[in-house]
């Protein structure tokens, strides 16, 4: 599975097991590509959510970001820590809360900021990151409702304030999850194949995003 992320995000081969979090099994990601001076830092909120018991060292979930070619890849939260019990979101039992994500650009250039989520150790208990107030690019907030100006992989979708949790910049946030959609499940891509996957989520993708995942 780490290698469809990996691909689709860029990565070298085994990077994202590499992070030292565990074997992840499935996961979603977004990814989008922009130019940027030296100097120039990106900046982006995000907010880890699971399911997991906390601390979990077996099914390690976690999120991560990567900033290409030069920034490398790095985790933004895992299930191995103890955070805050969700009261008021029937999806997750628990959040990390809104933290800020920084990187200084370190040559002008193009570049390619990746976001995912993924599961570790099962396919059943699910982890989510939600996404918002992006720096960099085009459609950092998601006010248009979709993911104009940016590529997905997975169960993604723009959530408002009725996902229970509120966006740090506008009205929507992103929120990707770790367990796939039934009819997008990554391991489906043995058969599949990954073009068909990633076709499938652009189909998606046309109709109406706004939605809560069930």
């Known amino acids: 599975m780490e290698l469809v992320l990996e691909n689709f995000l860029g990565q070298p081969s085994g990077t994202i097991d590499g992070l030292g979090n565990g074997n992840a099994t499935q996961g979603s990601a977004i990814k989008q590509t922009f130019s940027a001076s030296a100097g120039q830092t990106v900046t982006l909120d995000w ?5 997991e018991a906390t601390p979990n060292t077996p099914f ?10 030069l920034g490398g890849t ?3 939260a895992d299930t191995n820590l103890r955070f805050p019990l969700l009261g008021n979101n029937a999806r997750f039992n628990g959040e990390t809360g809104y933290n800020t994500f920084s990187y200084e650009i370190p040559t002008t250039g193009t570049y390619t900021l990746g976001l995912g989520v993924v599961d570790v150790g099962d ?6 990151l939600l996404v918002d ?3 960099v690019g085009t459609n950092g907030s998601f006010e248009t409702g979709d993911f104009l100006g940016w590529e997905t ?9 009725t996902f229970g949790i509120e966006p740090t910049d506008g009205n929507s946030q992103a929120y ?12 489906s891509m043995m058969v599949l194949g990954v073009g068909t996957l990633l076709k499938r989520t652009a189909k998606r993708q046309s109709g109406s995003v706004k939605e809560r995942i069930g």
């Open 153 to 161: 992989i997975g169960n993604t979708s723009v959530a408002d304030s």
């Open 74 to 76: 790095s985790t933004l």
């Open 133 to 135: 107030n992006v720096n």
């Open 47 to 51: 907010n880890f959510l699971t399911n």
């Open 60 to 69: 390690n979930d976690f999120a991560f970001v990567s900033v290409l070619p």
């Open 123 to 128: 396919r059943i208990v699910s982890s989510g």
């Open 176 to 187: 990707l999850e770790s367990v796939p959609e039934p009819s997008t499940i990554l391991g």
